[in-house]
């Protein structure tokens, strides 16, 4: 490895791959980001797609091309790209002793019967479950000891991230009646959906409106069980489309197996996110999905009942920074054991 890290960004001029170029370019122990586009053709320049970044020197985007990766010595391959892709080409890049931390959703999920909902056809099946096998679940409040050193990080869904970074001091705690189920409920901006635009991403469909959707089917659930040890009827999650850009707000509603003080709750999650910079607690004063915008922040507040047995926690975030793109930097800085805060304040 270079004194100083060389990274790469393929799908540069997408949402989350956009913020990741701007962090990475701004990082204080890596050399300037190559980015690609996963697109033949000429190279273009980054403020081509986004003219705010004007005044700060070329951002040439070039086609993808593993040659230039070899020869430009990359030593960690940031691929923010579709599922498949990312299934295709991350066993590709570890062959080529590169690092991969994948934005997408191809290596997060152990369970078969969870990872169906992809619907993969892996050309090697074998080498498909080797590397999965290989594959760390990058959520750092959880998992720092195995990202740190790993080979191939899968950075977790922006409203598994929510959910589970909400739930994971109860359920660690043992306090939870998991017999009466766990509600999620949880709303995100557009830009959730990627910067391609389908039928319910259009203006028309989501300003002035609210809409569930993914119902019991959504490909983040089968991650906060996996996560969080839940079987499947201990948890419904709904997730919604809010007419904003970016944020998410979930709102997770339990019920506790004893009467508990909001004293004894704050303490909980007090202890559990001892030393992790990247998770605020509001203690009973709820989170607002503005407060954590632009930032890689994961916000969580609680209020519980007067008869001390049913608790509602609000969880927030930007998606496409502790859902995204910062998250998957937060994990760049526990691989290579950087400070957990560089680049992202």
Not at 8 to 30: C, D, S
Not at 166 to 182: D, Q, T, Y
Not at 271 to 280: E, L, M, S, T
Request: net charge neutral; proline share 5%; charged share 20%.
């Amino acid at each position: 490895m270079s004194a100083q890290l060389q990274t790469a960004v393929v799908g540069a001029t997408g949402y989350a791959g956009f913020e990741l170029a701007r962090i990475l370019g701004r990082h204080p122990r890596l050399a300037k980001p190559l980015l690609f586009s996963r697109e033949p053709g000429n190279s273009i320049d980054l403020t081509d797609y986004y003219p705010h970044v004007l005044g700060n020197g070329q951002l040439r985007v070039h086609a993808f091309d593993w040659q230039k990766l070899s020869d430009s010595k990359v030593d960690l391959l940031f691929l923010a790209t579709p599922h498949e892709t990312s299934r295709e080409w991350a066993p590709e890049a570890l062959k080529r002793g590169m690092r991969v931390i994948d934005l997408s959703g191809a290596w997060r999920l152990k369970q078969e019967t969870h990872r169906a909902i992809y619907g993969f056809h892996d050309a090697d099946a074998a080498l498909a479950s080797t590397v999965s096998g290989k594959a760390v679940y990058g959520l750092p409040e959880l998992r720092s000891k195995q990202i740190s050193g790993s080979t191939l990080i899968a950075n977790p869904g922006c409203y598994a991230t929510s959910v589970i970074v909400g739930l994971a001091p109860l359920v660690a705690a043992g306090v939870i009646n998991r017999s009466a189920g766990i509600v999620c409920d949880s709303k995100s901006g557009v830009s959730g959906a990627g910067k391609q635009p389908t039928s319910t991403t259009h203006f028309v469909e989501v300003a002035d409106n609210l809409s569930a959707y993914g119902v019991f089917t959504h490909r983040h659930l089968g991650e906060i069980l996996e996560q969080l040890n839940l079987q499947d009827d201990e948890l419904t999650f709904t997730p919604h489309l809010l007419p904003i850009p970016r944020g998410i707000l979930s709102t997770i509603y339990v019920r506790l197996e004893q009467a508990m003080t909001p004293v004894e709750i704050e303490s909980i999650y007090s202890k559990f996110y001892a030393g992790k910079p990247w998770v605020r607690l509001f203690g009973t004063k709820l989170p607002q999905i503005r407060y954590s915008l632009h930032t890689n922040y994961c916000d969580v507040g609680f209020n519980l009942s007067p008869d001390g047995k049913r608790l509602v926690i609000v969880s927030c975030l930007d998606n496409l920074m502790k859902g995204a793109a910062g998250q998957a930097v937060q994990n760049m800085n526990v691989m290579f054991g950087f400070d957990e805060k560089d680049g992202l304040n």
